[in-house]
Structure formats: C-alpha cells, structure tokens
C-alpha cells in the first residue's frame, strides 16, 4: 500500500509522531516509516526519533518562536532576544519565563503546565524540557505524544 494513502487513511489528522510509542505501539507498516523517515523533518532524537509533518513543522516551529518541540538551535523569541540584550547571562529562557509567570495565560495554566514554567523560570529551558519529557506523577519518560497530553 502507498504510505500516504496508509498515513491518510489510518491517521488523518497526524502531523507529529514518534518512533518508539506511535509507530511501534500502532504497528506501523516497515514503508509508511520509511516514508517518513525520508520525507518528514525529523525533530529530535526522542523515543526513537520525532518526526514532523514539513508544512505543519514550517507553520508550527519554523515560523513560531515561541514553541520549539525540542528542535535543536531554535529562532529564540523576539522577546529573548531583547531580553538579551538588557541581560547577557538570560540565554536559557529564565528570564522570558519570568516575565511570562506575571501575564493572565500563566495564571490560567493548570498546575503541570505552572510547574514546568517555574522549573523553566528557576533552571532554564533544557531543565524544563527534561521535566515535560518526565510523567508528573511516577517520573517515567514520556513519549512526544503523551507529554503533550499533559502540556499541550
């Protein structure tokens, strides 16, 4: 079977998806994943690899630098950048989070999504990442999937 057809078929909406828990876990077939591997952008090295869908990682990550997915060497955010400027030791996002904990979205966050804002206020984003990619509750490892149930 043609893996876009496969991929259409079983999965429309799929824009990201990783190895080890989406493609094992659903039995994806050997030429859907190579399919992917060959024509998807592949994010990171998570749970087997991560992979995204070119037009939606273009629309999502690319062009949106306040989400990054893991993506190594991001556009920082315009805000970073200027807070950079005034502050040469915030190169970590400490100080983007900082200012963010005081805005009305942070305060209408659930408690998953304030912690790993502190932690990314008090230690830096790859602390934070690290703690996302961690389940809240037994601290097992997280697929790219799973965490985003808990910080979408």
């Known amino acids: 079977m043609n893996p876009q057809t496969w991929l259409k078929n079983k999965w429309p ?13 659903y039995d994806y077939p050997q030429n859907v994943r190579q399919w992917i591997f060959e024509n998807w952008i592949k994010m990171n090295d998570n749970n087997g690899g991560t992979y995204s869908e070119p037009e939606y990682f273009n629309q999502k990550y690319k062009n949106n630098s306040t989400s990054t997915g893991g993506i190594e060497n991001p556009e920082e955010p315009e ?28 305060k209408g966050m659930d408690d998953n999504n304030k912690k790993a804002l502190n932690v990314m206020a008090t230690e830096g984003f790859d602390a934070a990442v690290k703690h996302m990619f961690k389940h809240p509750e037994n601290g097992r490892q997280l697929s790219y999937g799973e965490m985003r149930m808990f910080y979408g």
């Open 13 to 25: 909406n799929m824009k990201v998806c990783d190895v080890n828990w989406t493609m094992e876990r």
């Open 79 to 106: 805000e970073s950048k200027e807070s950079e400027k005034s502050d040469k030791s915030d190169n970590d996002g400490r100080g983007y989070a900082k200012v963010y904990q005081k805005t009305a979205f942070a």
